[in-house]
């Protein structure tokens, strides 16, 4: 039947395929440096305390990522709570009901924005690597949730009760200093004149005011008449206007720096005498995005939104470690059996594929290295399942190349007629398998389910290298080999091959 | 040439007599538990918590302990020798849960924490309804994608259609036997679950796709022959791969189910039936669909019925 494509043009060992043999080898070489570069199953702390920064980098980027399942560890998500907005009729009747129904709509307008959000966040980052949890992922999803990743954290409880807490602002006297936002700094709130003399190896700064004296109401942003500079507005209550004021008469010109759990934020210079209790911010290179961000901070003590656990996942050690090596274990015997298999099955073919196998495998543990892929449970499953199905498209060409020379074709026309003819069917049911692939990878996206997510990337991953590593990388070994013992395997087909070779 | 669509009817009725229990089984979850499988706290709400212990005990000493602190119990299933408690509770929150590890500590001595997930009401629902988008999406976009890929053959659609009824198969025979499993040994579907249908969708299509491009490579060639005869010679020079791929998983996915760890055995049997299942489907229900359809011979079939009636 296949003798029907009778015109292919044999294809002898060209300068091609040598260069690209040696590309090959170069590149499984290269996979192979960054596998063992550093233990293929290396947790994230395991990057040694330190370093100089290029070097935890490199470690880091070349030690395989073990998602929360398999190191242990804590994911929480945290929902941003609306408060739903009360409707009733009554509330039209006074100006206060209006201004209050007005201030619960732009409120929860502010708690669905992705700016809230996204302030949210970066205040946990702080804290969460303020508990020196190292290699934390703190992520904003959808439109009101983060996900908080938090790997081998012994006691989440308290991790958590550390996230979810008001962050205390206050006030700072920066006695003259030019403090850039992010410095952490010691104040002198809540201790007494003896302790704050017992601190010598750091300068404590005085405390002002604190978050407490500010009027969450008087809060906002504004253009500046004439320029349209943004401006933020604050109030104090009584309290912290007689203090502000007392303190601001003689700090004329200095700065008076906003600190949230003792990191600075903002340190704004003090034109004037701010006696009233309403000061403003604005001037130097502000923007809008600043403006809203120390607002909604001033406003919010810390968390711009009350955030509740929708759903926390916790891990102990070591059932993740007893998961890593059973599947090592499983995958390792499995792997041996299909290389057996299609050594037996194809011969001479099959252990090429076997060769171009074992270059998938490390290909795929080096990009999962480089992306980096955080591997999880599933992701394992996915791996060791795409290693199976990896030969798939050897064996589609195999079957064929197999057919056409029953059909009468000659040895090395039918190598070549074999990955022709499979090409079609190898691309459309890998594309089917990589557009599965991609809705996984969208739905657990769209859910923080992380798991179906690294299970989706890894599958897809395990198709696309192994697109590469069934066609060119066995193509191309099957050539070098024939141009170097073809006649050798002319003579011994039904040895090397499984099929015997009908001689005219 | 082996004259494999001959017996199609035969391939449909094993078919059926697969699914039907399973069906069976839905029936009887949606009437006993109010879903065709049972769901677990991803799709539900509520809290999972494995504990490993110091000690053998029974299920009442664990059950009692979490009933002190005034949490209802679903279920405690103990593994690994009495050794390994997994409650399934209600939604606990964080103080609850510190309070709960101490009062298993007072009772067991040195409990250890091996897994703990709590999952609340708004994220389940986000969950079941996303997952329903997920299957529907990927059905929508198989279907066109076959349909594209096969233009050039008379009536792509064709193609496209059964080979989203043999993944609709594969998805009733593997949610089947979940269910049954779920009846019988108290198998509750999570994500890990919905990830092994979806990859058994996208493998199942993979493998129809492979004997169809065959088919669709035939046609020109064969012009002479009847479509039933093109299909037998594609599906004959196909089968060897067929077999050999699904081998060369099922090696990979039993030496998981031997030596994998505990956690992942349940997803594995479910690729594994439902791999199974994708290759069967993809020889015996998708491609001689395409003849039935090719032959019209559900009509006649229905005309015989009705004739038989009357």
């Not at chain 1, 992380?450 to 060119?472: N, P, Q, Y």
């Not at chain 2, 479910?270 to 559900?298: C, D, H, K, Q």
């Given at each position: 039947m296949a003798g029907i494509y009778g015109h292919l043009v044999e294809v002898s060992l060209q300068r091609r395929d040598w260069i690209l043999l040696a590309l090959i080898v170069l590149l499984a070489g290269v996979g192979l440096w960054i596998d063992l570069a550093s233990p293929a199953i290396a947790f994230w702390r395991a990057v040694p305390e330190g370093l100089p920064p290029e070097q935890a980098r490199l470690i880091r980027s070349t030690t395989l990522r073990l998602g929360l399942d398999l190191q242990g560890g804590t994911q929480v998500i945290l929902e941003a709570q609306v408060r739903p907005v009360s409707w009733s009729l009554s509330r039209w009747a006074t100006p206060e009901g209006v201004a209050g129904f007005v201030r619960e709509v732009y409120e929860n307008a502010a708690a669905a924005g992705g700016e809230t959000m996204e302030v949210a966040r970066d205040i946990i980052n702080d804290r969460v690597n303020g508990l020196g949890v190292t290699e934390a992922v703190v992520q904003v999803q959808?439109?009101?949730?983060?996900?908080?990743?938090?790997?081998?954290?012994?006691?989440?409880?308290?991790?958590?009760?550390?996230?979810?807490?008001?962050?205390?602002?206050?006030?700072?006297?920066?006695?003259?200093?030019?403090?850039?936002?992010?410095?952490?700094?010691?104040?002198?709130?809540?201790?007494?004149?003896?302790?704050?003399?017992?601190?010598?190896?750091?300068?404590?700064?005085?405390?002002?005011?604190?978050?407490?004296?500010?009027?969450?109401?008087?809060?906002?942003?504004?253009?500046?008449?004439?320029?349209?500079?943004?401006?933020?507005?604050?109030?104090?209550?009584?309290?912290?206007?007689?203090?502000?004021?007392?303190?601001?008469?003689?700090?004329?010109?200095?700065?008076?720096?906003i600190v949230l759990d003792k990191k600075v934020i903002s340190a704004p210079i003090v034109r004037e005498a701010i006696t009233d209790g309403a000061a403003s911010i604005s001037g130097g290179k502000m923007t809008w995005r600043e403006a809203e961000r120390i607002a909604l901070l001033l406003r919010y003590g810390a968390l711009p939104v009350p955030l509740t656990v929708v759903e926390n996942r916790t891990v102990g050690p070591t059932l993740g470690q007893d998961s890593v090596n059973k599947s090592v274990v499983a995958g390792i015997i499995g792997l041996c059996t299909v290389l057996l298999f299609m050594t037996l099955y194809y011969r001479l073919p099959g252990v090429l594929a076997g060769l171009a196998l074992c270059i998938y495998t490390v290909l795929i543990f080096a990009l999962y290295k480089l992306i980096p892929v955080t591997l999880t449970l599933p992701g394992v499953a996915g791996l060791l399942l795409s290693i199976g199905m990896a030969v798939d498209a050897n064996i589609l060409i195999f079957e064929r190349m197999k057919e056409e020379l029953r059909a009468g074709k000659a040895l090395r026309a039918s190598i070549e007629a074999g990955f022709d003819r499979a090409w079609t069917s190898i691309w459309d049911s890998n594309l089917s398998t990589l557009l599965t692939c991609l809705i996984l990878y969208l739905f657990g996206r769209s859910l923080g389910?992380?798991?179906?997510?690294?299970?989706?990337?890894?599958?897809?991953?395990?198709?696309?290298?192994?697109?590469?590593?069934?066609?060119?990388?066995?193509?191309?070994?099957?050539?070098a080999v024939y141009g170097l013992l073809g006649p050798y395997l002319e003579r011994h087909t039904r040895f090397l091959l499984g099929v015997a070779l009908e001689r005219p | 040439m082996l004259h494999l669509t001959r017996h199609r009817y035969l391939y449909f009725a094993i078919s059926a007599l697969v699914i039907l229990p399973g069906l069976v089984a839905m029936v009887l979850s949606t009437v006993r538990y109010g879903t065709p499988v049972r769901l677990s706290i991803d799709f539900t709400s509520g809290s999972y918590v494995e504990v490993g212990l110091p000690r053998p005990v029974e299920s009442e000493e664990v059950r009692a302990v979490f009933l002190a602190q005034g949490l209802d119990v679903a279920s405690v299933q103990l593994t690994e020798g009495n050794r390994v408690a997994i409650v399934r509770t209600q939604v606990i929150d964080m103080a609850t849960k510190g309070r709960l590890m101490e009062a298993l500590r007072a009772a067991f001595g040195e409990v250890i924490e091996r897994r703990f997930d709590v999952v609340g009401p708004s994220i389940s629902q986000v969950v079941t309804r996303n997952a329903i988008y997920a299957v529907i999406a990927a059905s929508l976009v198989i279907l066109g994608f076959i349909t594209f890929a096969f233009r050039k053959v008379p009536h792509p659609f064709r193609y496209g259609l059964c080979a989203i009824i043999a993944m609709v198969h594969d998805i009733l025979v593997t949610v089947g036997l979940f269910s049954l499993a779920g009846l019988l040994w108290g198998w509750e579907a999570d994500t890990l679950f919905l990830s092994a249908l979806l990859t058994v969708i996208g493998f199942s299509v993979q493998d129809t796709i492979v004997v169809y491009d065959r088919i669709r490579e035939n046609t020109p060639r064969m012009r002479g022959l009847r479509f039933e005869e093109i299909v037998?010679?594609?599906?004959?020079?196909?089968?060897?791969?067929?077999?050999?791929?699904?081998?060369?998983?099922?090696?990979?996915?039993?030496?998981?189910?031997?030596?994998?760890?505990?956690?992942?055995?349940?997803?594995?049997?479910?690729?594994?039936?439902?791999?199974?299942?994708?290759?069967?489907?993809?020889?015996?229900?998708?491609?001689?669909?395409?003849?039935?359809?090719?032959?019209?011979?559900?009509?006649?079939?229905?005309?015989?019925?009705?004739?038989?009636?009357?």
């Open positions: 959808g439109a009101n949730r983060i996900i908080v990743e938090l790997p081998g954290v012994p006691d989440p409880e308290q991790a958590l009760a550390t996230v979810q807490s008001t962050g205390f602002l206050e006030f700072v006297d920066t006695l003259g200093q030019d403090l850039p936002p992010g410095t952490v700094i010691s104040t002198t709130y809540g201790l007494t004149a003896a302790e704050i003399s017992a601190i010598t190896w750091t300068q404590v700064y005085p405390t002002v005011v604190t978050g407490y004296e500010l009027v969450s109401g008087q809060i906002g942003t504004r253009a500046k008449e004439l320029t349209g500079e943004p401006m933020v507005l604050l109030g104090f209550n009584p309290e912290g206007t007689r203090k502000l004021a007392e303190w601001s008469r003689t700090h004329v010109g200095q700065p008076l720096a389910a992380s798991m179906v997510k690294g299970f989706a990337i890894t599958l897809a991953i395990g198709v696309a290298v192994s697109m590469f590593s069934a066609i060119t990388v066995t193509r191309t070994f099957l050539r | 037998d010679h594609s599906l004959t020079q196909t089968l060897h791969r067929s077999l050999t791929t699904q081998l060369n998983a099922m090696f990979v996915m039993v030496a998981l189910l031997l030596f994998g760890g505990a956690s992942i055995k349940q997803f594995i049997l479910v690729m594994f039936i439902g791999l199974a299942s994708g290759t069967y489907s993809s020889l015996f229900n998708a491609v001689p669909l395409l003849v039935v359809w090719e032959n019209r011979e559900i009509p006649r079939l229905f005309r015989r019925l009705m004739g038989r009636k009357a």
